[in-house]
């Protein structure tokens, strides 16, 4: 089973919101990821975490706010979002962070900042 | 500046025939590269690797090449399906990066019954 559940598939949020999307795994994975992608663009990474520590922060906005409560949930809290924040947010794992070890990706979740 | 690009932004192939699809990378330091296959409202979903120490990885019909010297890799899919339609990701590792992909821009395929 290599599956990496998000939730929302979609979610629509105004300027002024509070939200968060959700991940999980579990396949026993320690390294955690938040990927964003635009329309025609591959994925970008934005954050990374290795055994519930955030390892790294590819110089991503304030508003955006990941938290790992736990091996098996990945949370991204959004706050003040700009409309060209809207993206596909893809959530991934793999079993640590060291190199070689597969990156497994969830469905992503649709936002749509208006 | 991309380090890992797919110059070909689409690809139409024919039912039953082979699938070509190429990456070419500017840094050295990438020595572990995947390819993920991604449908629309999906996120990437993990194909076939390859290590810098081989120069062949075959999984049933997916085979992929890489030639370090001329800094190339490509995925060959034989034979092509219907439902091989989609945009395909090529990403890299360095071994002194931790397990950062960097992805190329993508190559939509689409098989023709």
């Known amino acids: 089973d290599t599956e990496v559940t998000q939730t929302p598939k979609h979610l629509v949020m105004g300027m002024t919101n509070k939200k968060s999307l959700k991940c999980e795994q579990h396949?026993?994975?320690?390294?955690m990821y938040w990927y964003k992608q635009k329309a025609k663009k591959p994925p970008e990474l934005m954050f990374v975490?290795?055994?519930?520590?955030?390892?790294i922060n590819e110089s991503v906005p304030s508003r955006f706010s990941p938290e790992c409560p736990n091996s098996s949930l990945l949370n991204l809290h959004l706050h003040a979002l700009q409309p060209e924040d809207s993206a596909l947010y893809l959530c991934?794992?793999?079993?640590?962070?060291?190199?070689?070890?597969?990156?497994?990706f969830g469905e992503g979740s649709w936002l749509t900042v208006v | 500046d991309q380090q890992v690009k797919q110059n070909s932004p689409s690809l139409s192939v024919q039912e039953g025939r082979i699938s070509i699809l190429n990456c070419d990378y500017t840094?050295?330091?990438?020595?572990?590269f995947l390819w993920y296959k991604k449908y629309p409202a999906e996120g990437p979903t993990f194909l076939i690797s390859?290590?810098?120490?081989?120069d062949k990885n075959e999984d049933g019909r997916f085979t992929v090449f890489l030639n370090k010297s001329a800094k190339h890799l490509s995925l060959h899919i034989v034979p092509s399906q219907p439902g091989d339609s989609a945009v395909y990701f090529c990403?890299?590792?360095?071994?002194?990066?931790?397990?950062?992909?960097?992805f190329g821009g993508g190559t939509r395929l689409m098989v023709k019954p």
């Open positions: 396949m026993g994975h320690r390294a």
């Open positions: 975490y290795s055994y519930e520590k955030l390892s």
């Open positions: 840094n050295s330091m990438f020595d572990y």
């Open positions: 390859i290590s810098s120490i081989k």
């Open positions: 991934a794992s793999s079993h640590n962070v060291a190199y070689g070890n597969t990156i497994y």
């Open positions: 990403a890299a590792v360095s071994a002194n990066a931790g397990n950062m992909l960097t």
